[in-house]
């Protein structure tokens, strides 16, 4: 399978429903809602931004026989909350049973997500990764606690739009990898490249994978060096062998 999305740190996205609510300032420009209320009434999205279910979609990973990173409902927070709890275990169940795939699930809602994986004993073994998004240092140190009391064997942050600097290194040890990047489109916030250099030091520090989507480019994925060169590591042991073999060259 190609790549199909422009989201650079993932190869495909996979939205078994679209939909979601703002809940801190990281969500004031968001993109999922650009693109689905520019498409309201069509077949994609008949409700525009409110929550809609895709039955349709949910089995796709098993259809999908290349291993391949999947950004699992990148138009949504998997725990939504709104969502009917037989339909996310359906979910689930597509990720348990589909695990030649790493899926890469990113939530603003750390809290409901750790109740829900432990009232619905939801397994999570090392191909179903899980992040929070941390745009601020208020909402790293709200997030990042409660991702940590989770039991996935991997672990990341998603530091976009970064709105200021964070300092990460009191979580560095639960953590797996951490992406960054500034806010784009017409009324993007700027970012300061320093604040990138910190949370890349961070994770040189402390040996955690780094990868840094963007700086402040009006397209999204359009400014991507930092200090001369692309940042696009993965955790190594979750790593292809063809990305090793980019690595070493």
Known sequence: MPKETGIEWTEHTWNAFSGCVKVSP?????????????????????????????PHKV??????????????????????????VDYLVKIWDTMLKADWHQYQILTKRPIPA???????????????????????????D?????????PAKVRFLSCEPLLG???????????DWVIDGGESGPKRRPASYDWFRSIRDQCQTHGIAYFHKQGNAHLSGKDRILDGRTWDEYPLEYVTSSEIRHMVE
Request: one cysteine or more; aromatic letters at 10%; proline letters at 10%.
């Open 26 to 54: 990281g969500c004031d420009n968001c993109y999922a809602e650009t693109i689905a209320n520019g498409r309201w009434g069509s077949p994609a999205f008949p409700n525009g931004f409110d929550l809609t279910l895709r």
């Open 114 to 140: 750790a109740r829900l994986i432990e009232d619905l004993n939801l397994d999570l073994p090392p191909h179903i990764w899980l992040g929070v998004s941390v745009e601020s240092q208020e909402w790293a």
């Open 142 to 150: 709200q997030r990042i606690p409660a991702l940590l009391d989770i």
């Open 59 to 84: 089995r796709d990973p098993m259809k999908w026989k290349t291993p391949s990173r999947i950004f699992v409902n990148s138009m949504s927070d998997l725990f939504l909350g709104t969502v009917p």
């Open 165 to 175: 600097p964070v300092d990460i290194t009191p979580y560095m040890d639960g953590l």
